[in-house]
T-cell receptor, first 110, second 113 residues
Framework: DAKTTQPPSMDCAEGRAANLPCNHS???????VYWYRQIHSQGPQYIIH???NNETNEMASLIITEDRKSSTLILPHATLRDTAVYYC???????????FGQGTTLQVKP | NAGVTQTPKFRVLKTGQSMTLLCAQD?????MYWYRQDPGMGLRLIHY???????AKGEVPDGYNVSRLKKQNFLLGLESAAPSQTSVYFCASLRNNANNEQFFGPGTRLTVL
């Protein structure tokens, strides 16, 4: 599975959009991009995933570049409860295995 | 639905003791996983199962054994605990389609003295 690179930390003002980048330059054609987050010491929570097209759900939007070498997770109106570690993961395995990196710690400030 | 539950929530062991962590899911999921998370790190996959009666090694399997005798349960065993196994252990499950979301349990905090 391809590796990902994320900034270690980011800040965002409450109510503003949070844009979290992820580089996955070695991604192969059948690999999906997944985003999970972990609040405090809870179990990780699924946010969104995609293959080629941009995706949106009730939590976030995922923008994948045309060459698929990078992506951005967008939280449209960040709240204090969105403060968490966000993990970008690339995976194709038909076993569903996820390889976590160290993620981006997002701090949403009032 | 209770989702994914883990038992126990906390445990303290002495070096050399053994224990079993239980993960249960009531979603009829086919796939199940055990991860560990050390302070300041991401999760690392220990073992996983793609169906009842099957198990496979993940990134860091040494020192652990697993069993999946029933579809809803995935057990993680430590035969002889070591201080290096002090960690938070998370279990997760996945529906039949591998390209879908994993559901995680609340974690078990294990300390080995």
């Amino acid at each position: 599975d391809a590796k990902t690179t994320q900034p270690p930390s980011m800040d965002c003002a409450e109510g503003r959009a949070a844009n979290l980048p992820c580089n996955h330059s070695t991604i192969s054609g059948n690999e999906y991009v997944y985003w999970y987050r972990q609040i405090h010491s809870q179990g990780p929570q699924y946010i969104i995933h995609g293959l080629k097209n941009n995706e949106t759900n009730e939590m976030a939007s995922l923008i994948i570049t045309e060459d698929r070498k990078s992506s951005t997770l967008i939280l449209p109106h960040a709240t204090l409860r969105d403060t968490a570690v966000y993990y970008c993961i690339v995976s194709t395995s038909n076993t569903g295995k996820l390889i976590f990196g160290q993620g981006t710690t997002l701090q949403v400030k009032p | 639905n209770a989702g994914v539950t883990q038992t126990p929530k906390f445990r303290v062991l002495k070096t050399g003791q053994s224990m079993t962590l239980l993960c249960a899911q009531d979603m009829n999921h086919e796939y199940m996983y055990w991860y560990r998370q050390d302070p300041g790190m991401g999760l690392r996959l220990i073992h996983y199962s793609v169906g009842e009666g099957t198990t496979a090694k993940g990134e860091v399997p040494d020192g652990y054994n697993v069993s999946r005798l029933k579809k809803q349960n995935f057990l993680l065993g430590l035969e002889s605990a070591a201080p290096s196994q002090t960690s938070v252990y998370f279990c997760a499950s996945l529906r039949n389609n591998a390209n879908n979301e994993q559901f995680f349990g609340p974690g078990t905090r294990l300390t080995v003295l």
